[in-house]
């Protein structure tokens, strides 16, 4: 195949991965987004194979790729929807261990003739390995194989960046001492393990979807890199679409957090939320007032009989309960008497971005009935009821005063500020992020429904 066949064939598949994005950030399209980029790589493994002289390793190759899609085809079927996380998390280390490992063979067989390719070649390690090591961790911080909680250690900071330093000082003397290039990687590598442990052990809560994200990001970067170092054109554009893609992610999830890349990167992690203020104590002679009594089911039959604009909230309890079906049963339970339903979507709800917006779309919600934050907020005051499926953090108005949490600052769905409140929750206790939620204080107009949320919804559609 001539060269010029080849960087046309490649613009040409480039292309139609950048178009399958684009139809996926669209939920009526994404799915066929999704299958539109997968064919586009499929061509582009087949265009890669038909370029390259696999003479006397074509056989281990085609078992490689059989090995490959039989374990994808078992995960597929294994992982239920509520794992997809951690499974993307996991996807995302693959991806940065694939690039390590063409990294190190690049170096280890001397194929990186010149100093850019052996510059490339000890990037891609170090992108590599720290994805691989950091996506571990998400993975396992999700699936409950390690606490959820940020991880500090003391001088944490300090060891992250003496890490990257360090890195950056490999990368460059890889160039002046070619002869030990092989040598020098295996340090690098355990550095960019270290590094990407560090970055993803400390983060917790509310910024796991932010660590989603920057990871998909970085093996993205790692596999343009190592592209670059085995002057694959093709490796490269994909590489650099799928890097890009996920920085701009990262940023909005930065932004729908309040938080900066760097701190998430090297800023220290926030701490527990403070006690709350004790209650003044009455003076001598004082009648105390009395608590304020909790709603009740009987509360929210009238609620529901008399609200016109209703707005559900899920969160990640819904998905744990598999709740969707029976949140889409109480929509069209509302609908079929004129009442307007609507759902509103924190960009981080869940685990993942756009973790709801797949959940819902499972249970044939309306694509048109889903609005983000900043659509639904202005709307709360004048919305009759809202109801809150399994979210905890997104709702909690505590982002906006306590400060020291791993939520002070993050813009929240204002569902306090909504005439009636209807929780589902499992407990009453605080959520991923660890802070109390006030809304869980009795009030007249606020009914918290603890429990398995698929049983709390039952109730409620007894009595719409």
């Known amino acids: 195949m001539s060269d010029s066949l080849y960087y046309v064939l490649s613009a040409v598949l480039a292309v139609g991965v950048l178009y ?162 092989a040598l020098l990687s295996l340090p690098l ?85 403070a006690a709350p203020e004790a209650e003044p104590v009455p003076a001598e002679g004082d009648k105390p007032a009395e608590a304020p009594a909790g709603a009740t089911l009987e509360d929210a039959k009238a609620w529901l009989e008399d609200a ?23 929509q069209d339970a509302l609908s079929a008497k004129g009442k307007g339903v609507r759902y509103a979507i924190h960009p981080v709800a869940g685990r993942m971005p756009g973790h709801m917006n797949v959940l819902l779309a499972e249970a044939d919600v309306p694509y048109e009935s889903l609005l983000e934050m900043d659509e639904v907020n202005p709307d709360f005051p004048d919305t009759d009821l809202a109801l809150v499926v399994g979210a905890n953090d997104v709702v909690n108005p505590a982002a906006n005063t306590a400060q020291g949490t791993p939520i002070y600052g993050m813009p929240i769905l204002e569902a306090g500020k909504a005439k009636h409140l209807v929780i589902c929750n499992f407990d009453d206790k605080p959520g991923y992020a660890g802070v109390p939620n006030p809304l869980y204080q009795p009030r007249p107009n606020v009914l918290l429904l603890l429990g398995d949320a698929k049983d709390s919804l039952d109730k409620l559609l007894e009595r719409v």
């Not at 799928?242 to 760097?262: E, F, K």
């Not at 899920?314 to 079906?325: I, K, N, R, T």
Request: charged share 10%; proline share 4%.
């Open 189 to 273: 590598a355990l550095l960019g393990l270290a590094f990407g442990w560090l970055f993803a052990v400390r983060v917790g809560g509310a910024d796991m979807p932010i660590t989603i994200s920057l990871l998909n990001s970085t093996s993205g970067v790692a596999a343009a890199i190592a592209g670059m170092a085995l002057g694959d054109v093709l490796l490269v554009a994909v590489g650099g679409i799928v890097g890009a893609s996920g920085l701009l992610l990262t940023q909005i999830m930065c932004r729908a957090m309040n938080r900066s890349l760097a701190g998430v990167l090297f800023g220290r992690a926030a701490g527990p939320s």
């Open 20 to 181: 399958g994005i684009r139809l996926m950030s669209d939920v009526k399209t994404a799915a066929r987004g999704n299958r539109f980029s997968a064919l586009c790589m499929l061509l582009a493994i087949a265009l890669t194979m038909a370029r390259t002289d696999l003479r006397g390793s074509i056989a281990y190759i085609i078992l490689g790729l059989l090995v490959g899609i039989l374990l994808s085809v078992w995960m597929t079927v294994k992982v239920r929807m509520i794992q997809m996380p951690q499974m993307v998390g996991l996807l995302n280390g693959l991806g940065g261990l694939a690039s390590a490992i063409a990294a190190v063979m690049t170096l280890a067989l001397g194929a990186a003739k010149g100093g850019f390719e052996v510059v490339s070649s000890g990037l891609a390690l170090a992108v590599g390995a720290l994805t691989f090591s950091g996506s571990l961790v998400a993975a396992a911080k999700l699936h409950g194989l390690m606490p959820p909680k940020p991880r500090v250690l003391p001088g944490h900071s300090l060891f992250s960046a003496l890490s990257a330093l360090a890195m950056a000082a490999l990368v460059v003397l890889l160039p002046l001492f070619p002869a030990s290039a």
């Open 308 to 330: 016109k604009s209703v707005v559900i909230i899920p969160g990640y309890g819904m998905a744990l309960s598999q709740a969707q079906e029976r949140v889409k049963r109480l």
